[in-house]
C-alpha cells in the first residue's frame, strides 16, 4: 500500500455520514458556486473516510495504535 491509514474506524463512521449530509444539504440549499465548492469539500471528507486516510491528518504526524484499528 502507498498510504498507512491514520484515521480510527469511529472516526471514518462519523465523516462518511457527516459528509454525505452536508452534500445532500449544500446544493439544494446554497446552489451556485458556494455549493458546489462546499459540496466537493464534503465529498473529499467522505472519501477520506473511505479510504481511511487523511492526509491532513498525516501531515501533523497523526499514527494509529495496532489495537484500535
Do not use: H, Q
Not at 9 to 28: M, Y
Not at 29 to 47: E, H, K, P, Q, R
Not at 61 to 68: C, Q, S, V, W, Y
Amino acid at each position: 500500500m502507498f498510504y498507512v491509514k491514520n484515521v480510527p474506524i469511529w472516526e471514518r463512521a462519523l465523516r462518511v455520514i457527516a459528509g454525505l449530509a452536508v452534500v445532500a444539504w449544500s446544493v439544494p440549499a446554497l446552489g451556485g458556486l458556494w455549493g458546489t465548492v462546499l459540496a466537493l469539500s464534503a465529498a473529499g471528507i467522505v472519501l477520506s473516510g473511505l479510504v481511511g486516510f487523511c492526509p491532513a491528518c498525516a501531515m501533523v504526524g497523526r499514527k494509529l495504535d495496532k489495537a484500535k484499528r
